[in-house]
């Protein structure tokens, strides 16, 4: 069989063309002019980013005729053998098959020997960390002092499950994801050489479907190419990937903007006939909301898009979103994600997630607002009845009052650290505390946790434990349900918490704590206070305030 996979037939023969690695290719082209090479070298990083083709130009160029040179030549009998796998001096060994003692005793015997053919022996290790703990101890004492003739490079895609007796003596290059615009431009390349055909829109989705690594890209394209014939068309590459189109996702989120259930379940339900994979439409759901996001917040930065578009039905959809009710969407469908990647039945969890992100909306929350006040009204319209009805009442001499019996005092509630009584900032806070800066602190308390989240995910598990209860201009109060939660957030998390109100409140970057108890007895304690100064309250009075608030309420004196 003559043909041969693109990935294969284009790749890189020179550091040059190592695709998204500039970093790492100018120190090693440097190290080879200066011939300041290192004895031991890791290569980390994802899939298809170009560790082990790195590793076999390296080889390539300290062995090549004409060194010392940043680049091998390709074409002396040294390159070409090396290239062709015929000189033995420079040997790839695939740690996930060869991963024994034994094997490892071997190339501990074979290292002493001198190179046959070359200068250099070259010993390629790829995704080294599939190696037992014993043949990591058989190469530990080599690794560290091998004989000035050979030289190691190890290759991984998890480099925390290497020794760090291992690390620490090796040189570390991590090989970082290439981003879609390279992967874009290295298709076109490939395309117009080959005088193939090919739509723009078709090689952004492959690039996009990569996820950063060239391997996976080319062979995408690989399959494109056969699919379409001619020319690599968009309608092609979406069934081979198994992505949505941009038609599609425009009609299901508008379904979901318009709250339209019935609109929203047919649409998602077509779209899996169709042969489309429901972890994918998730993914893309999760992607276009992140597109609308960035538009909301930076609408000039549009190429950071990856999913979306900026023309008019995108447009059109971004503005029937604010930027908290999508917030509130990707968190949604991000929890579902996690669901559905172990789930049996994924289109199911696939639809609660897309009936979740209408519960999110802000049309429920409005409607529920509306019937809240519809029942304060009632009760207020009976109040007022009652109060007309009441017959006048004689004021009644202090003798004549019957006594009157002092209620029992609350117990004090405890603290996170088994004391009672409130802290002084506690009661420092709730006397500065204004419902303005709540109200701001409430509004923006999921943009708080998604950072922290972003952080650390251990402190964003403690901190949804609590809820903002007063707040300053300078500081929030925090009421805990748990008092273990409340005490990790005080002590190992608090500067993550701080960080991040920094960030998103400026001034108003530290914050206290308590239980939700205390929180109950400080509200209690504070109303008795303020209602000291005030004369004795009528028992109609105080009943109307209990059901509907002192706001609502008017006192007008006949």
């Not at 969890?349 to 519960?359: D, G, P, Q, R, Y």
Request: one cysteine or more.
């Amino acid at each position: 069989m003559s043909y041969q996979a693109l990935y294969r037939v284009w790749r890189p023969q020179l550091l040059e063309d190592v695709v998204g690695q500039v970093h790492i290719t100018k120190t090693l082209q440097n190290a080879l002019l200066q011939q300041k090479m290192a004895h031991a070298y890791l290569f980390s990083g994802p899939r298809g980013t170009g560790k082990t083709s790195a590793a076999k130009i390296v080889a390539k160029a300290i062995n090549c005729e004409h060194a010392p040179v940043a680049e091998p030549c390709n074409e002396c009998s040294r390159c070409i053998g090396i290239t062709n796998g015929s000189i033995i001096d420079v040997m790839e060994i695939d740690a996930a098959s060869n991963n024994g003692v034994d094997e490892i005793r071997d190339i501990r015997e074979k290292v002493k020997y001198a190179p046959t053919e070359t200068s250099y022996k070259v010993y390629i290790i790829d995704e080294v960390h599939m190696l037992s703990t014993g043949a990591f101890n058989a190469l530990l004492k080599t690794l560290e002092e091998p004989p000035a003739h050979v030289i190691f490079i190890l290759a991984t895609t998890e480099p925390h499950k290497i020794p760090l007796t291992i690390l620490s003596r090796c040189q570390r290059f991590d090989f970082k994801p290439i981003t879609n615009e390279e992967l874009v431009l290295r298709m076109k390349r490939i395309l117009e050489h080959n005088e193939q055909g090919y739509e723009e829109d078709a090689i952004e989705l492959i690039a996009q479907s990569a996820d950063g690594g060239m391997r996976d890209a080319l062979s995408l394209l690989d399959q494109a190419i056969s699919f379409s014939g001619e020319r690599v068309r968009l309608s092609d590459v979406l069934v081979i990937t198994g992505s949505v189109s941009r038609e599609a996702l425009n009609n299901l989120i508008g379904a979901l903007a318009q709250e339209n259930s019935r609109l929203a379940l047919e649409t998602v339900d077509e779209t899996l006939r169709n042969g489309k994979d429901p972890k994918r439409l998730m993914e893309d759901l999760i992607l276009y909301f992140r597109d609308l996001l960035l538009y909301k917040t930076a609408p000039e930065a549009n190429y950071l898009l990856e999913r979306a578009k900026v023309d008019e039905p995108f447009i059109e959809l971004s503005q029937q979103f604010n930027v908290g009710t999508l917030h509130r969407i990707i968190q949604k469908l991000t929890d579902s994600q996690q669901d559905i990647k172990w789930a049996l039945k994924p289109k199911i969890i696939l639809e609660m997630a897309v009936i979740k992100v209408m519960e999110v909306g802000d049309a429920p929350q409005v409607s529920q607002q509306s019937n809240e006040l519809e029942g304060l009204k009632q009760q207020l319209n009976k109040l007022q009845t009652q109060l007309q009805q009441r017959p006048t009442q004689q004021p009644v001499s202090e003798e004549q009052a019957p006594a009157r019996k002092a209620p029992p005092r609350a117990r004090p509630a405890t603290n996170g650290k088994g004391k009672t009584g409130i802290s002084a900032q506690v009661k420092e806070v709730v006397a500065s505390a204004d419902k303005t800066q709540l109200q701001d602190t409430v509004n923006k308390w999921a943009n708080v946790k998604e950072q922290v989240k972003s952080l650390s995910v251990p402190a964003h598990a403690w901190l949804n434990d609590c809820k903002p209860v007063a707040a300053s201009s300078a500081k929030i109060l925090l009421a805990f349900q748990n008092e273990m939660h409340r005490d990790m957030m005080d002590t190992k998390f608090r500067d993550v918490l701080i960080q991040v109100l920094q960030q998103v409140f400026g001034e108003r970057s530290d914050f206290s704590t308590l239980l939700q108890t205390q929180w109950e007895q400080v509200k209690v304690d504070y109303m008795k206070d303020k209602d000291s100064d005030k004369p004795q309250s009528d028992p109609f009075m105080d009943e109307a305030v209990k059901l509907v608030g002192e706001d609502l309420i008017e006192v007008i004196d006949s």
